[in-house]
């Protein structure tokens, strides 16, 4: 019943010209180059490592994963690498058996000990190596390796959420070889098993592929070559489509780019929206002062009127939905009537700022002045940064707003070099385990970039994890809500809306709640 219910929660509406790419019943044709548009460059190669859609738009077609998602019946799961697999009825062993013959791109053949090296350093990265899958995967005990095809994970714990962590599109799988050679190897240097092997990287213009004549998959990929072309600013990525320099943009845009690219294309375009598993979330380093207070992190929240934001932002943005920590609409989401009740998200927004301004006088900081940390990409982060500042200058603070390349702005949020940032929480499905590994103690997990360590938040993390009575669960995970607002460490702006422009032309991409999802280009083809 959850699956269904979460199929229909990410629905996809066709809005314009044209119809789903998986819907004309063709017989796909080989061929062509694929030119199509990402939005922002990746900061280096490495799936396990990195939270931002640049790097699986960039390197997603270069490798294979273990399981993955099946979009055409979203969210059921259906094998990658892995040809078939058995999980024990007790939940605490999961066997796959790899399909033979895997080839990786420098032609070694891929075993069950390239798996387990994946997974290990998933789990227990190495000394200077990131692993933003660590807390994901620390419910594995042992990983067994009895033949060349088949590989054991041995589980600590039972962990309900398991199937859906193994088909994660950051599961890229590595040569064990190369991480034998160097652990932070997949940083700088591509070898995988994927439809598309690595041909160059330009820096400040393209990444370029071509087919895997070696392919497992018989007959697939369908194009010869791809380039996705970095197109940091959204009017140049929009003439670029419009001009037929690229296709696609498979991230997202906002709804007046859309309704622009419609009257400028007519049935040239095709236009696919869904609700995004992903927002923007406004994050507090705790280790700086005057952020270490309680009360000043609050006041910042409780100042930010989400109700009355999302009717504008959603006008020129693909920021919509308020929600808490869980996306808005699906079975574990925080109901409106509790929602409200919430530090941060009141609809009487008079009252919270009155009490903003207190707690600041409290905490003696009532003309308080920081700098806001952003990321430079203009949908939707830039409206939201200025949103912010709006905000906070209503209860008599200054901010600076500061924007950033995307390097250089994960760069300083992982080594806390920001007082006050802008953040995401860059989902694949509404599990809540995967919701809420965001917020566990930084720790446990790289990704909590708040540097707030919360003893209580780990202990309800845990609880829901184990508990397989669904209104049990709700409970646990309301109560680790609770507590995260009440803390301040971190909180969500808003959730995402996706609209995805397509040419006509493309053919066999589909469309998810998810832009991390889909982007291996192995079924993509050309009708022209």
């Given at each position: 019943m959850l699956k269904f219910f979460l199929s229909l929660v990410?629905?996809?509406?066709?809005?314009?010209?044209?119809?789903?790419?998986?819907?004309?019943?063709?017989?796909?044709?080989?061929?062509?180059?694929?030119?199509?548009?990402?939005?922002?460059?990746?900061?280096?190669?490495?799936?396990?490592?990195?939270?931002?859609?640049?790097?699986?738009?960039?390197?997603?077609?270069?490798?294979?994963?273990?399981?993955?998602?099946?979009?055409?019946?979203?969210?059921?799961?259906?094998?990658?690498?892995?040809?078939?697999?058995?999980?024990?009825?007790?939940?605490?062993?999961?066997?796959?058996?790899?399909?033979?013959?895997?080839?990786?791109?420098?032609?070694?053949?891929?075993?069950?000990?390239?798996?387990?090296?994946?997974?290990?350093?998933?789990?227990?990265?190495?000394?200077?190596?990131?692993?933003?899958?660590?807390?994901?995967?620390?419910?594995?005990?042992?990983?067994?390796?009895?033949?060349?095809?088949?590989?054991?994970?041995?589980?600590?714990?039972v962990n309900s959420s398991m199937m859906d962590h193994f088909a994660s599109p950051w599961n890229c799988v590595y040569a064990a070889k190369d991480l034998a050679t160097d652990p932070n190897w997949p940083k700088t240097h591509i070898n995988g098993t994927g439809p598309f092997t690595f041909v160059e990287h330009v820096k400040g213009s393209y990444v370029a592929g071509k087919r895997n004549e070696n392919y497992f998959k018989k007959g697939l990929p369908y194009l010869d070559s791809y380039r996705g072309i970095f197109t940091l600013q959204a009017a140049a990525m929009l003439n670029?489509?419009?001009?037929?320099?690229?296709?696609?943009?498979?991230?997202?845009?906002?709804?007046?780019?859309?309704?622009?690219?419609?009257?400028?294309?007519?049935?040239?375009?095709?236009?696919?929206?869904?609700?995004?598993?992903?927002?923007?979330?406004?994050?507090?380093?705790?280790?700086?002062?005057?952020?270490?207070?309680?009360?000043?992190?609050?006041?910042?929240?409780?100042?930010?009127?989400?109700?009355?934001?999302?009717?504008?932002?959603?006008?020129?943005?693909?920021?919509?939905?308020?929600?808490?920590?869980?996306?808005?609409?699906?079975?574990?989401?925080?109901?409106?009537?509790?929602?409200?009740?919430?530090?941060?998200?009141?609809?009487?927004?008079?009252?919270?700022?009155?009490?903003?301004?207190?707690?600041?006088?409290?905490?003696?900081?009532?003309?308080?002045?920081?700098?806001?940390?952003?990321?430079?990409?203009?949908?939707?982060?830039?409206?939201?940064?200025?949103?912010?500042?709006?905000q906070w200058r209503r209860i008599g603070v200054e901010v600076e707003h500061v924007q950033s390349d995307t390097a250089p702005y994960l760069a300083a949020l992982r080594a806390g070099n920001y007082v006050v940032s802008i953040d995401f929480s860059n989902l694949f499905n509404d599990d809540p385990t995967l919701s809420l590994t965001k917020y566990l103690s930084t720790t446990k997990n790289p990704l909590n970039l708040s540097r707030a360590n919360d003893a209580e938040i780990d202990k309800l993390y845990e609880q829901q994890l184990r508990e397989g009575d669904v209104e049990k669960r709700k409970a646990l995970i309301r109560a680790l809500e609770k507590r995260l607002f009440d803390q301040a460490y971190q909180q969500p702006l808003l959730w995402w809306h996706r609209i995805v422009l397509t040419h006509k032309t493309v053919m066999g991409w589909k469309m998810s709640p998810s832009h991390n999802l889909g982007a291996d280009l192995a079924e993509v083809w050309l009708n022209q």
């Open positions: 990410g629905a996809v509406a066709f809005v314009a010209a044209g119809t789903g790419p998986g819907a004309e019943a063709q017989q796909p044709k080989r061929g062509g180059q694929f030119n199509f548009a990402i939005s922002a460059e990746t900061p280096h190669y490495d799936c396990h490592g990195s939270d931002t859609y640049a790097t699986l738009h960039f390197s997603a077609p270069f490798y294979s994963t273990l399981l993955r998602y099946n979009l055409s019946k979203f969210p059921e799961v259906e094998g990658d690498l892995a040809k078939s697999w058995a999980v024990a009825p007790d939940q605490m062993a999961y066997t796959f058996k790899l399909h033979e013959g895997v080839r990786f791109h420098d032609g070694t053949t891929l075993t069950s000990a390239d798996i387990k090296a994946t997974y290990d350093r998933l789990r227990n990265p190495p000394q200077g190596v990131v692993s933003n899958r660590k807390a994901t995967f620390a419910d594995i005990d042992t990983i067994e390796t009895p033949d060349a095809n088949t590989v054991i994970f041995k589980m600590k714990a670029a489509m419009q001009g037929g320099q690229v296709l696609a943009e498979f991230r997202g845009v906002s709804p007046a780019e859309r309704d622009r690219m419609v009257a400028a294309m007519g049935d040239q375009l095709r236009v696919e929206e869904s609700s995004w598993t992903l927002n923007l979330i406004v994050a507090f380093n705790v280790e700086k002062k005057p952020f270490d207070d309680v009360r000043v992190r609050r006041a910042l929240l409780m100042a930010i009127d989400r109700w009355g934001g999302s009717v504008g932002l959603s006008r020129i943005s693909t920021l919509r939905s308020v929600g808490g920590i869980i996306r808005p609409g699906s079975p574990f989401a925080t109901p409106e009537a509790e929602l409200v009740k919430l530090p941060g998200f009141s609809k009487d927004i008079a009252k919270s700022r009155a009490e903003a301004k207190r707690l600041l006088a409290e905490a003696g900081v009532p003309n308080l002045k920081f700098v806001l940390w952003n990321r430079n990409l203009a949908m939707p982060y830039t409206p939201a940064g200025i949103f912010l500042v709006d």
